[in-house]
């Protein structure tokens, strides 16, 4: 099942089947993506024809072309699990039924009224939605200044007001619910920046579940708050050595030990299908309420659309309603950590190359052996090497454009924000923020931009704290790394 | 803060009423028992006597201007303050009157709460919690819980920020105080400055700003000054007093943001209207939840904003209960406690006649709580006000109490509470079990525990 989508004359090779695994099943889990003798994977893959192949797509497609790839893929995509050729089910035979019930129970709560007005009510009670859609005078006043008064009008969407405080906990909430309605007791979950955790644990505990959240050691001394804050919300949190994507991984480990009982919460649009739909499918509510609300507001459509780019579960929750919106510009922001030219960035749509990870063929930053390169950033949420199926399949044909910014831009843009608003963004969120300096010098006089605020940066105090005062410091110090201690990690992807 | 005689302040507290004339009090003050203004048991003055005579025909909170004219509800409130500030105080109760009637400057503030602070902030059952006091045969009440830890920064203060930050505008001053303990109020001051370009200057003791080192860096961020006071024992007490100077000298161009429902009139009144959207929004969701209004309305007390901001609508609604909770620190009897309406006397305070904790001398008792925003000496008067009325109830929590409280909704709901606001949870275990089933409580979720979670983790060993 998980190769069928791949042509039969060549071959990823896999680890073969290890039965002294500690899980019984005689799997390493995930995958790990390898290139074939010389072969890279990508170009193995544009053999396959039953799918849109990267010469074709390298042309410039006509704009009814785009529309057109993205009806086709949102028409296969329940059936193949895929967005074009990316995405997929490539996961070992014991999983494929679970994900399979997952998927029905999925099409099943979406279509229930009741299971959709419970939703909503806790959505609009617990978490707090709608998030207004703020117009940021004074951000928009300073980027017109250099222009004689002239520039775009900049709103932010208010993610970072929701309870936890970030975007993550539609998803979290909606999820719980759904692994309640599935009658599992037990929720395991992975989480990067804590956020995700943290809206899990807040989750496991309303609805009386019990919580296991997996966070990487390094990931446990930078965000060291929202630690605290899942253990007093109850849940047990383990460390694993490395990262997000190492965490990840021991998440999905424990999840296939206790198939029965356990409900492994995917944080963002990554993973096997229908994880990156499902995650996709709960965020839209960021783009449904910005439409109605850019209506009331000034009657018309944002005209462009600014999201950080981790896996991309934000930026998807905001584009998703306005993909088919052509006059709508999609812009993601990624995370250059300390500059491109190195290893220490997250940037995996702008470096990275195809290939599988996490049960999703996707972009994804890789060695030349196929191993992964264990990505960096200020922003601990968006270090992950891969990306969403979805967003990689966006790039493709054009939708959406991706740039990046470094950890001292998106530094910059924080206290930025701080000192014209009073809003301290998340990190993560600041990368998006960073952008506006280089995308408003070039729109015209009050384009309308919508920024996706996605999380409150209280985590951040302490890092941004540091940076400020080596800033502040001698002056030699301003050509030496400007960020915590983080060694970068080229472990190999189990 | 020192708006009444120096002799009501701690005994090592510089005098604050002109900037020249500060004379350090020796650490043996002599006694000034006749003297003070502030009411002793021992020697009731007669003024006293006859206010309360007058209010006792009138012990009718429908009937009672609260504030009247003067700023007086029943006997307490008022305006004890140097002389130089009556005339900024009249000018912003001038201001205050006419704004209230003037719809712009209300649009602009409605607009502003909506997408800047993030309101109408959310009155959510909780299932879990409800279902913890259910009683053996299920019976017992509805907890529901008013979210205004969902706010912008955190917490109910930014109503009260927001709103005095855009009266200071139309004012046209262009210069905003405020003074700050552990730090929130001043973040809060600094975020809404930093919204409406205001120059921001905080006062905060040199001894807290170690304390909370990164609040600090954190008003910084926001664009504001932060200025440590070292006189005294360099903590909120000689904050406020430098905050008071500050204004007294610069009273042109500065507006004082204070942070709570207490100072002369007409801050507690000013202070009350501008937070009495929590109820309101309280009366509206009730109708829509479950067609009635709330039986018991709860809320903790520190200053007694936030619980202001939720009784105010319903002070006149007699089948409303109204319950206030205090922080009684280590216990009531051990001296270290904040619990100034159930131990506390009459006197002035910070320039209002209220209930404050003071020994025989009327010196200042140094209050205590877990929670910085409780750990106040003093009161709100509409809140001695309606306590003396018997209109609304006050009791008392313990540290412990609130630290069990602040891990029940931690584990229950996955809401983290403000130490303060667990102070108001915590009394829910001693109410619950009184009430018919089915009764609706709403407690006032006055802030989030982000804040706490390191204070909380050392006694709950987690």
């Known amino acids: 099942m998980s190769l069928q989508t791949l042509s039969p004359h060549h071959s990823i090779s896999l680890p073969s089947p290890n039965p002294n695994h500690s899980n019984g099943l005689g799997f390493d889990w995930p995958l790990r993506s390898v290139r074939h003798e010389g072969f890279k994977v990508c170009s193995v893959m544009s053999r396959d024809t039953r799918t849109q192949t990267q010469t074709q797509t390298q042309t410039q497609a006509r704009k009814t072309d785009v529309l057109r790839l993205i009806d086709e893929a949102e028409e296969s995509l329940f059936r193949t699990g895929k967005f074009g050729r990316f995405g997929g089910i490539f996961v070992p035979e014991t999983l494929v039924t679970c994900l399979k019930m997952l998927l029905s129970e999925f099409n099943l709560c979406m279509h229930d009224p009741l299971f959709q007005g419970e939703l909503s009510a806790a959505l ?49 909430l909606a999820q719980a619910m759904l692994a309640k309605r599935m009658g599992r007791r037990s929720v395991v979950a992975a989480t990067g920046a804590g956020q995700h955790g943290v809206a899990t644990a807040a989750a496991c505990a309303k609805l009386a579940m019990e919580c296991t959240i997996i966070m990487g050691n390094l990931d446990m001394e930078r965000q060291s708050s929202n630690v605290l804050l ?90 998703h309603e306005f993909v088919r919106d052509e006059d709508v510009r999609l812009i993601g922001v990624e995370a250059a950590g300390t500059g491109m030219d190195g290893e220490t960035h997250s940037a995996t749509l702008a470096k990275g190359e195809i290939g599988v990870y996490h049960g999703a ?51 910059d843009a924080y206290a930025l924000l701080c000192r014209l608003e009073g809003i301290c963004p998340a990190l993560e969120a600041a990368h998006a923020l960073a952008h506006l300096g280089k995308l408003c010098p070039t729109l015209p006089d009050g384009a309308k931009v919508v920024v996706n605020c996605s999380g409150r940066g209280d985590k951040d105090i302490e890092t941004v704290s540091k940076y400020q005062q080596l800033k502040n410091g001698s002056v030699s110090d301003r050509n030496k790394s400007n960020h915590p201690t983080k060694t970068t990690s080229n472990v190999v992807n189990i | ?86 005339a900024a105080l009249t000018e912003l109760e001038a201001a205050f009157n006419s704004l209230a009637t003037d719809h712009e400057f209300q649009k602009e503030l409605d607009g502003i709460l909506k997408d800047y602070v993030g309101r109408e902030s959310p009155l959510y059952f909780a299932e879990r919690l409800t279902e913890h006091y259910k009683r053996h045969d299920g ?97 909120l007490k000689d904050a406020t007093s430098e905050a008071i100077r500050d204004w007294v000298t610069n009273v042109e161009t500065t507006h004082y943001i204070l942070g709570s429902v207490a100072g002369p009139h007409p801050y507690p009144m000013m202070v009350r209207e501008f937070h009495k959207v929590i109820g309101q929004e309280t009366r509206k969701q009730a109708l829509e939840k479950w067609g009635g209004k709330p039986d018991v309305i709860v809320a903790c007390i520190g200053g007694g904003s936030n619980a202001m901001g939720i009784f105010h609508e319903f002070v006149e609604d007699e089948g409303v209960r109204l319950i206030g909770v205090e922080a009684a620190g280590l216990g009531l009897d051990s001296g270290k406690h904040a ?124």
């Open chain 1, 124 to 172: 609009r009670d617990y978490v707090g939605r709608e998030t207004p859609l703020y117009f940021a005078q004074r951000l928009t006043d300073h980027y017109k200044s250099s222009r004689g008064g002239e520039g775009p009008d900049i709103y932010l969407k208010r993610e970072d007001l929701n309870h936890g405080g970030a975007h993550k906990i539609n998803n979290a």
């Open chain 1, 230 to 319: 899942m253990k007093h919300l109850g849940a047990e949190v383990k460390s694993v050595p490395g990262t997000f994507k190492d965490a990840t991984s021991e998440a999905i480990r424990e999840w296939v030990g206790d198939l029965e009982r356990k409900y492994y919460l995917a944080g963002t649009a990554v993973g096997p299908h229908p994880c990156p739909a499902m995650v996709r499918e709960f965020q839209s509510i960021i783009g449904i309420e910005t439409r109605r609300q850019a209506m009331e507001k000034w009657g018309g459509k944002p005209d462009v659309l600014v999201a950080c780019v981790g896996s991309g579960s934000n930026a998807l929750g905001m584009f």
């Open chain 1, 361 to 411: 063929m996707t972009y994804l930053l890789q060695d030349h052996e196929g191993q992964i390169i264990g990505p960096h950033s200020v922003g601990v949420g968006l270090e992950y090497p891969g990306v969403s199926p979805e967003l990689s399949f966006m790039r493709e044909i054009t939708r959406a454009e991706f740039h990046t910014a470094t950890d001292e831009e998106a530094l």
């Open chain 2, 1 to 86: 803060m020192a708006f009444a005689a120096a002799s009501s302040s701690a005994a090592t507290a510089r005098t604050s009423a002109q900037p020249d004339l500060a004379f350090r009090i020796p650490s043996n003050p002599p006694k000034f028992a006749k003297f003070t203004p502030s009411i002793s048991r021992r020697s009731p003055p007669i003024s006293c006597k006859m206010a309360a005579t007058a209010v006792d025909k009138e012990l009718d909170a429908e009937t009672l201007q609260r504030p009247d004219a003067f700023g007086r509800f029943g006997r307490f409130g008022g305006k004890y303050v140097p002389e130089t500030l009556m």
């Open chain 2, 139 to 235: 019976t017992g009440p509805h907890v529901y819980l008013k979210r205004e830890d969902l706010n912008h920064t955190g917490a109910h203060k930014i109503n009260n920020a927001v709103a005095q930050a855009l009266l200071a505008k139309r004012l046209g001053k262009k210069r905003i105080i405020a003074e700050t303990g552990a730090g929130q109020h001043g973040v809060a001051t600094a975020t809404v400055c930093a919204r409406f370009g205001l120059e921001c200057i905080i006062y905060m003791g040199a001894q807290d700003m170690e304390r909370q080192a990164l609040n600090v860096f954190r008003m910084r961020l926001l664009g504001a000054e932060v200025k440590p006071v070292h006189s005294g024992t360099a903590t």
């Open chain 2, 339 to 462: 619990a100034t309406l159930t131990k506390g006397e009459i006197g002035v305070l910070h320039g209002a006649m209220s209930y404050l904790l003071q020994d025989e001398d009327g010196q200042i008792i140094e209050p205590h709580s877990i929670s910085a925003g409780l750990d106040y000496p003093g009161v709100g008067p509409e809140h001695s006000f309606l306590k003396d009325l018997g209109r609304a109830e006050y009791h008392s929590i313990t540290d412990e109490e609130a630290l069990e409280a602040f891990k029940r909704l931690s584990r229950l709901e996955g809401i983290i509470p403000a130490l303060e606001t667990s102070h108001a949870l915590a009394y829910l275990e001693k109410l619950c079990p009184t009430l018919p089933d089915g009764t609706k409580v709403v407690l006032n979720c006055s802030g989030r525990g982000d804040k706490d979670v390191n204070t909380a983790i050392n006694y709950l060993k987690l």
